[in-house]
Protein backbone atom coordinates (compact mmCIF):
# COMPACT_ATOMS: atom_id res chain seq x y z
CA UNK A 1 0.00 0.00 0.00
CA UNK A 2 1.39 3.43 -1.28
CA UNK A 3 2.48 5.46 1.83
CA UNK A 4 0.43 9.11 1.14
CA UNK A 5 2.77 11.09 3.38
CA UNK A 6 6.15 9.82 1.18
CA UNK A 7 5.97 12.62 -1.09
CA UNK A 8 9.04 15.48 0.42
CA UNK A 9 6.92 18.07 -1.20
CA UNK A 10 4.26 17.79 1.17
CA UNK A 11 4.52 19.81 4.36
CA UNK A 12 3.15 18.05 7.58
CA UNK A 13 1.94 20.74 9.93
CA UNK A 14 3.43 19.10 12.74
CA UNK A 15 5.64 16.02 14.06
CA UNK A 16 4.79 12.91 15.40
CA UNK A 17 6.82 10.68 17.08
CA UNK A 18 9.10 8.22 14.88
CA UNK A 19 8.04 4.82 13.76
CA UNK A 20 9.12 2.14 16.33
CA UNK A 21 11.48 -0.21 15.94
CA UNK A 22 12.49 -3.35 17.26
CA UNK A 23 16.19 -4.98 17.26
CA UNK A 24 17.09 -7.57 15.49
CA UNK A 25 19.52 -10.48 16.69
CA UNK A 26 21.34 -9.58 13.70
CA UNK A 27 21.94 -5.67 14.92
CA UNK A 28 18.77 -4.80 11.67
CA UNK A 29 15.78 -3.15 12.72
CA UNK A 30 12.26 -4.06 12.34
CA UNK A 31 9.50 -1.82 11.76
CA UNK A 32 6.37 -2.24 13.50
CA UNK A 33 3.15 -1.47 11.90
CA UNK A 34 0.62 -2.92 14.02
CA UNK A 35 0.72 -5.39 17.39
CA UNK A 36 -2.06 -8.04 17.64
CA UNK A 37 -2.59 -10.00 20.93
CA UNK A 38 -4.38 -13.14 21.43
CA UNK A 39 -6.24 -13.80 24.56
CA UNK A 40 -6.75 -17.25 26.65
CA UNK A 41 -4.56 -19.70 24.40
CA UNK A 42 -3.24 -21.50 26.88
CA UNK A 43 -5.74 -23.93 28.25
CA UNK A 44 -4.59 -23.85 32.20
CA UNK A 45 -4.47 -19.93 31.58
CA UNK A 46 -7.60 -19.96 30.43
CA UNK A 47 -9.10 -21.90 33.50
CA UNK A 48 -7.26 -19.31 35.70
CA UNK A 49 -9.20 -16.89 34.13
CA UNK A 50 -12.53 -18.31 34.58
CA UNK A 51 -13.21 -20.61 31.10
CA UNK A 52 -12.86 -23.90 29.59
CA UNK A 53 -13.19 -25.25 26.42
CA UNK A 54 -11.98 -24.43 22.82
CA UNK A 55 -12.66 -20.93 22.09
CA UNK A 56 -12.97 -19.43 18.53
CA UNK A 57 -9.55 -17.54 19.13
CA UNK A 58 -10.32 -13.25 20.06
CA UNK A 59 -7.88 -10.76 19.90
CA UNK A 60 -7.60 -7.02 20.57
CA UNK A 61 -4.71 -4.70 19.62
CA UNK A 62 -2.30 -2.60 21.29
CA UNK A 63 -1.16 0.51 19.10
CA UNK A 64 2.14 0.11 17.78
CA UNK A 65 3.76 2.54 19.81
CA UNK A 66 3.20 0.95 23.28
CA UNK A 67 6.71 -1.71 22.04
CA UNK A 68 9.23 -1.55 25.00
CA UNK A 69 12.37 -2.97 22.68
CA UNK A 70 14.96 -4.02 24.61
CA UNK A 71 18.19 -5.21 23.04
CA UNK A 72 20.42 -8.24 23.32
CA UNK A 73 22.05 -8.82 26.59
CA UNK A 74 20.15 -5.17 28.32
CA UNK A 75 17.89 -4.95 30.77
CA UNK A 76 14.61 -2.87 30.02
CA UNK A 77 13.26 -0.39 31.81
CA UNK A 78 9.82 0.07 32.73
CA UNK A 79 7.63 2.66 34.32
CA UNK A 80 5.03 1.38 36.57
CA UNK A 81 1.93 2.65 35.00
CA UNK A 82 -0.61 4.90 36.57
CA UNK A 83 -4.19 4.27 37.35
CA UNK A 84 -3.13 0.40 37.99
CA UNK A 85 -2.91 -1.22 41.65
CA UNK A 86 -2.16 -4.78 39.74
CA UNK A 87 0.07 -4.68 36.74
CA UNK A 88 0.30 -8.48 35.21
CA UNK A 89 3.10 -10.08 33.49
CA UNK A 90 2.15 -12.35 30.98
CA UNK A 91 4.84 -14.11 28.97
CA UNK A 92 4.27 -14.23 25.30
CA UNK A 93 6.07 -16.15 21.93
CA UNK A 94 5.84 -12.98 19.49
CA UNK A 95 5.75 -13.71 16.01
CA UNK A 96 6.40 -11.03 13.25
CA UNK A 97 5.41 -10.53 10.12
CA UNK A 98 7.48 -10.77 7.14
CA UNK A 99 4.39 -10.71 4.27
CA UNK A 100 1.52 -9.28 4.02
CA UNK A 101 -1.64 -11.05 2.96
CA UNK A 102 -5.67 -11.37 3.57
CA UNK A 103 -7.05 -14.54 3.92
CA UNK A 104 -3.95 -16.85 4.52
CA UNK A 105 -4.58 -20.20 4.72
CA UNK A 106 -3.32 -21.52 8.07
CA UNK A 107 -0.82 -23.94 5.84
CA UNK A 108 0.72 -21.10 3.97
CA UNK A 109 1.25 -19.23 7.24
CA UNK A 110 4.86 -19.62 7.49
CA UNK A 111 5.51 -18.16 4.35
CA UNK A 112 4.40 -14.79 5.82
CA UNK A 113 6.55 -15.33 9.33
CA UNK A 114 9.51 -13.28 9.02
CA UNK A 115 11.09 -14.12 12.76
CA UNK A 116 10.13 -14.39 16.87
CA UNK A 117 10.84 -12.98 19.79
CA UNK A 118 10.08 -13.18 23.94
CA UNK A 119 7.45 -10.57 24.71
CA UNK A 120 5.43 -9.40 27.25
CA UNK A 121 1.87 -8.70 27.31
CA UNK A 122 2.19 -6.40 30.51
CA UNK A 123 -1.80 -5.64 31.79
CA UNK A 124 -3.85 -3.23 33.98
CA UNK A 125 -5.16 -6.49 35.42
CA UNK A 126 -7.70 -5.11 37.88
CA UNK A 127 -8.85 -2.13 34.83
CA UNK A 128 -9.28 -5.33 32.51
CA UNK A 129 -11.51 -6.88 34.90
CA UNK A 130 -13.13 -3.90 35.58
CA UNK A 131 -13.65 -3.37 31.75
CA UNK A 132 -15.00 -7.03 31.51
CA UNK A 133 -17.51 -7.25 34.43
CA UNK A 134 -19.21 -4.01 32.54
CA UNK A 135 -18.89 -5.28 28.80
CA UNK A 136 -16.51 -2.85 27.72
CA UNK A 137 -13.39 -2.77 25.97
CA UNK A 138 -10.43 -4.04 27.31
CA UNK A 139 -7.99 -1.28 25.90
CA UNK A 140 -7.72 0.96 29.17
CA UNK A 141 -6.25 -2.73 31.03
CA UNK A 142 -3.90 -3.61 27.88
CA UNK A 143 -3.03 -1.17 25.77
CA UNK A 144 -0.78 1.55 27.30
CA UNK A 145 2.84 3.15 26.95
CA UNK A 146 5.40 0.50 27.47
CA UNK A 147 2.98 -2.24 27.79
CA UNK A 148 4.28 -4.71 24.79
CA UNK A 149 8.10 -5.04 26.04
CA UNK A 150 10.22 -7.34 23.33
CA UNK A 151 13.27 -8.60 22.88
CA UNK A 152 15.45 -8.76 19.78
CA UNK A 153 13.60 -10.03 16.66
CA UNK A 154 15.52 -13.76 15.40
CA UNK A 155 14.17 -14.49 11.90
CA UNK A 156 12.56 -17.07 11.12
CA UNK A 157 15.70 -18.51 8.16
CA UNK A 158 17.55 -19.15 11.48
CA UNK A 159 15.11 -20.47 14.03
CA UNK A 160 13.27 -22.50 11.81
CA UNK A 161 8.98 -22.65 12.68
CA UNK A 162 9.11 -22.76 16.14
CA UNK A 163 6.27 -25.35 17.27
CA UNK A 164 7.51 -26.89 20.56
CA UNK A 165 9.62 -25.58 23.65
CA UNK A 166 9.64 -24.08 26.86
CA UNK A 167 8.07 -20.80 27.70
CA UNK A 168 8.57 -19.40 30.81
CA UNK A 169 9.11 -16.25 33.21
CA UNK A 170 10.44 -15.41 36.56
CA UNK A 171 10.01 -12.33 38.79
CA UNK A 172 13.60 -11.97 40.80
CA UNK A 173 14.25 -15.56 40.28
CA UNK A 174 11.52 -17.02 41.72
CA UNK A 175 9.41 -19.26 39.09
CA UNK A 176 5.84 -17.80 38.04
CA UNK A 177 4.82 -18.95 35.12
CA UNK A 178 5.70 -22.46 32.73
CA UNK A 179 4.78 -23.77 29.92
CA UNK A 180 5.33 -24.88 26.29
CA UNK A 181 4.41 -23.31 22.90
CA UNK A 182 3.17 -27.04 21.97
CA UNK A 183 0.26 -26.30 24.39
CA UNK A 184 -1.03 -23.38 22.34
CA UNK A 185 -4.77 -23.88 21.77
CA UNK A 186 -4.46 -21.98 18.73
CA UNK A 187 -1.14 -22.44 17.00
CA UNK A 188 0.60 -19.93 15.02
CA UNK A 189 -0.77 -21.06 11.54
CA UNK A 190 -4.45 -21.21 12.59
CA UNK A 191 -3.62 -17.74 14.49
CA UNK A 192 -2.55 -16.07 11.27
CA UNK A 193 -5.58 -17.67 9.48
CA UNK A 194 -8.01 -16.07 11.86
CA UNK A 195 -6.19 -12.75 12.15
CA UNK A 196 -5.87 -12.73 8.11
CA UNK A 197 -9.41 -13.35 7.71
CA UNK A 198 -10.43 -10.50 9.95
CA UNK A 199 -7.87 -7.60 8.51
CA UNK A 200 -5.46 -7.21 6.10
CA UNK A 201 -2.20 -8.67 7.57
CA UNK A 202 0.90 -5.96 6.87
CA UNK A 203 4.63 -6.27 6.72
CA UNK A 204 5.58 -5.28 10.41
CA UNK A 205 2.94 -6.54 12.14
CA UNK A 206 3.44 -8.64 15.69
CA UNK A 207 1.26 -10.89 17.14
CA UNK A 208 1.55 -11.64 21.12
CA UNK A 209 0.43 -15.27 20.74
CA UNK A 210 -0.80 -15.65 24.35
CA UNK A 211 0.31 -16.36 27.74
CA UNK A 212 0.70 -20.08 29.70
CA UNK A 213 -0.55 -20.32 33.44
CA UNK A 214 0.90 -18.56 36.43
CA UNK A 215 0.21 -14.35 35.45
CA UNK A 216 0.67 -12.38 38.43
CA UNK A 217 1.35 -9.13 39.77
CA UNK A 218 5.04 -7.12 39.84
CA UNK A 219 6.00 -4.17 42.21
CA UNK A 220 8.64 -1.22 41.87
CA UNK A 221 11.97 -3.16 41.76
CA UNK A 222 11.08 -6.09 40.78
CA UNK A 223 12.30 -7.87 37.91
CA UNK A 224 11.11 -9.96 35.17
CA UNK A 225 13.16 -12.15 33.24
CA UNK A 226 10.85 -14.28 30.31
CA UNK A 227 12.74 -17.21 28.14
CA UNK A 228 11.78 -19.48 25.18
CA UNK A 229 13.64 -22.32 24.09
CA UNK A 230 16.05 -20.57 21.09
CA UNK A 231 15.28 -17.40 21.38
CA UNK A 232 16.90 -16.47 24.51
CA UNK A 233 15.52 -14.43 26.86
CA UNK A 234 13.77 -10.70 27.71
CA UNK A 235 14.65 -8.64 31.36
CA UNK A 236 13.04 -5.87 32.63
CA UNK A 237 12.93 -4.01 35.17
CA UNK A 238 9.59 -2.22 36.85
CA UNK A 239 10.36 1.24 38.25
MN1 LIG B 1 -1.79 -11.88 26.67
Partial sequence: MPNAFESPAMSLVLTTPAPTLVPVADGRSFPVHRIYCVGRNYVEHAVEMGHTGREPPFFFLK??????????GQ????????????LHHEIELVVA?????????????????????????????????????QGRPWCIGKAFEQSAPIGPIHPIASTGQLLK??????????????????QLIWS??????????AWLLQPGDLIYTGTPAG?????????????????????????
Fill in 97 to 133: IGRGGRDVRSADAAGHIWGYAVGLDMTRRDLQADMKK
Fill in 165 to 182: GEIGLSVNDKPRQKGDLS
Fill in 188 to 197: VNEIIEHLSA
Fill in 215 to 239: VGAVQRGDVMEGRIAGLGSLRVAVR
Fill in 75 to 86: TGEMDYPSLTQE
Fill in 63 to 72: PADTVLPVPQ
